[in-house]
T-cell receptor
């Protein structure tokens, strides 16, 4: 059972436009959310994160929005650039029981292609 | 600072064999986590080590094991390889255990024939 879902395996966007990547989660115990970007032949790199006490976090061209009631988060990239073409993974973490360790649960990824 | 390094980068094995993968974390990082990435499945958590102790384990069979050394380097072992074990194995390090922001290595691509 996938607790973190990225339902769009791929997304194509024109350069300069906005890219919106979506992620849904099922476990309400998740309290911290992250986005990672992965280029071919490289490991994922951390992009941006958000705590469950916030509903928005912005870093340059990247903004993450969190809707806790809908258990949904999204990553907005504005403006999109060809160098943004990569696989984007959504991840969530939380503590599910007293004494248990935090761990990251990843979605299956969305391949973003920014067309010049 | 040097990043997370993983060796080897590529590996081809046959069914039934065993394999050992190595990960050297960023200097000063004491936590190492391992993930398996397969097409369409994202990154599946294998286990996390901190101070030579396994502190968390994912839902993988006992054929998958690991260990961490006193210098924080970690190894992952898969015994009795199956075709379905073909995947990219990623190692990530962080300063402390349970830290959400992890730094990934480039991965080891394992192909089982």
């Amino acid at each position: 059972d996938q607790q973190v879902k990225q339902n769009s395996p791929s997304l194509s966007v024109q350069e300069g436009r906005i890219s919106i990547l979506n992620c849904d989660y099922t476990n309400s115990m998740f309290d911290y959310f992250l986005w990672y970007k992965k280029y071919p032949a490289e490991g994922p790199t951390f992009l941006i994160s958000i705590s469950s006490i916030k509903d928005k976090n912005e870093d340059g061209r990247f903004t993450v929005f969190l809707n806790k009631s809908a258990k949904h988060l999204s990553l907005h990239i504005v403006p999109s650039q060809p160098g943004d073409s990569a696989v984007y993974f959504c991840a969530a973490s939380g503590v599910f029981s007293s004494g248990s360790a935090r761990q990251l649960t990843f979605g299956s990824g969305t391949q973003l292609t920014v067309l010049p | 600072k040097a990043g997370v390094t993983q060796t080897p980068r590529y590996l081809i094995k046959t069914r039934g064999q065993q394999v050992t993968l190595s990960c050297s974390p960023i200097s000063g990082h004491r936590s190492v986590s391992w993930y398996q990435q397969t097409p369409g499945q994202g990154l599946q958590f294998l286990f996390e080590y901190f101070s030579e102790t396994q502190r968390n384990k994912g839902n993988f069979p006992g054929r998958f094991s690991g260990r961490q050394f006193s210098n924080s380097r970690s190894e992952m072992n898969v015994s009795t390889l199956e075709l379905g074990d073909s995947a990219l194995y990623l190692c990530a390090s962080s300063v402390r255990a349970g830290t959400d922001t992890q730094y990934f290595g480039p991965g080891t691509r394992l192909t089982v024939l």
